[in-house]
Structures are given as structure tokens and as C-alpha cells.
């Protein structure tokens, strides 16, 4: 017999930033233009998450591990530092009514509308695809380096955007 185990339900959440403010200027120029295409198309976007926080991005990671209500993991990076989302790199875009439970075809026009402006999407990852993610494209990494993180450091999200020359 199997032995079934029961976690949490999650804390309150960690608010999310949602502001393309918080974004690397080129990223947003692109991410802009994926959202004015699905717009065409009749999809309407919904920029749902920008900027991450430590403690967003170690709430989301406690999903599956230290509680759940149902959705699993969520996320395999623990802290900011581990995501493009804390560096103003990434996004994540859902349908601005069905939300996670878009059709099919609305995350097809999402990942052929990211690439056509040069960014990744998380869709096209095999091992984890994550649909609604979008972030800036070549030179990046899946993920961001501890290089990364010494430039944001050093120099603070500007520094970041310029070596990948998304500034």
C-alpha cells in the first residue's frame, strides 16, 4: 500500500508585479508587439507577471514541495536569482478572460508571435514547457548565470540589460 502524502494549503500570496516599467527596454518593446499581434488576431493578452521578487519567486517554488492546492510545481527555481523574471527579463502572458485555460490555438499564436520578435518561449521547452513564459532571446541562457547575478550587483538591472543587449 501506497502511502499518500497530504501538504498545506499554500500561504497568502506573494503579490506579483505586473508593470512593463519593470522590464528591460528592448524586452518590453518586444513583448509589446507580441501582445499588439494577438490583439489582431482577435487574442486578447494579459501581461500577468514581469519583475519577480525573492520572496514572489520563493512562494511560487513552495508549490508541490511545501504545500499545494492542486496545480503541482510550478516552478524549478527557488530564488529570484534563478529566473529571467527577477532580472526584468521575462514575462508571463495569459488570455485576458480564460486565463491558464486559453484554447490551444491562443498559446500557438503567443509562442509563433514570440519568436517572430525574437524572444524564447517557455512552450518550447521540453522538459518543463511553461506556456504563458516569454523572455528576451539570443545570447541568453534558459537561465541566468551567477554572472548575472554579480552584474545586477555591481551595476543593478541596467547592467544585466546590456550585456544581453536587451537595454
Same mark, same amino acid.
Given at each position: 500500500m501506497r502511502s499518500v502524502?497530504?501538504?498545506?494549503?499554500?500561504?497568502?500570496?506573494?503579490?506579483?508585479?505586473?508593470?512593463?516599467?519593470?522590464?528591460?527596454?528592448?524586452?518590453?518593446?518586444?513583448?509589446?508587439a507580441v501582445c499588439d499581434e494577438l490583439r489582431a488576431k482577435n487574442w486578447p493578452p494579459l501581461i500577468f507577471e514581469t519583475l519577480r521578487t525573492d520572496a514572489?519567486?520563493?512562494?511560487?517554488?513552495?508549490?508541490? %514541495? !511545501? &504545500?499545494?492546492?492542486?496545480?503541482?510545481?510550478?516552478?524549478?527555481?527557488?530564488?529570484?536569482?534563478?529566473?529571467? =523574471? @527577477?532580472f526584468?527579463?521575462?514575462?508571463?502572458?495569459?488570455?485576458? %478572460? !480564460? &486565463?491558464?485555460?486559453?484554447?490551444?490555438?491562443?498559446?500557438?499564436s503567443l509562442g509563433s508571435a514570440a519568436r517572430? =520578435? @525574437?524572444?524564447?518561449?517557455?512552450?518550447?521547452w521540453p522538459s518543463f514547457a511553461d506556456r504563458p513564459h516569454l523572455q528576451w532571446g539570443a545570447p541568453m541562457r534558459r537561465s541566468p548565470s551567477p554572472r548575472a547575478a554579480r552584474l545586477r550587483i555591481e551595476g543593478g538591472l541596467p547592467a544585466v540589460w546590456r550585456e544581453v543587449g536587451a537595454a
Open positions: 502524502i497530504t501538504l498545506p494549503a499554500p500561504p497568502d500570496e506573494v503579490p506579483r508585479l505586473s508593470a512593463i516599467e519593470h522590464l528591460a527596454p528592448k524586452f518590453r518593446d518586444a513583448l509589446l514572489r519567486q520563493a512562494w511560487l517554488y513552495g508549490f508541490g %514541495r !511545501r &504545500y499545494s492546492d492542486g496545480r503541482g510545481v510550478v516552478t524549478h527555481s527557488q530564488d529570484a536569482d534563478e529566473t529571467w =523574471h @527577477g526584468g527579463l521575462a514575462a508571463d502572458v495569459l488570455h485576458a %478572460r !480564460r &486565463y491558464w485555460l486559453a484554447p490551444e490555438e491562443f498559446w500557438e517572430r =520578435h @525574437g524572444l524564447a518561449w517557455g512552450g518550447d
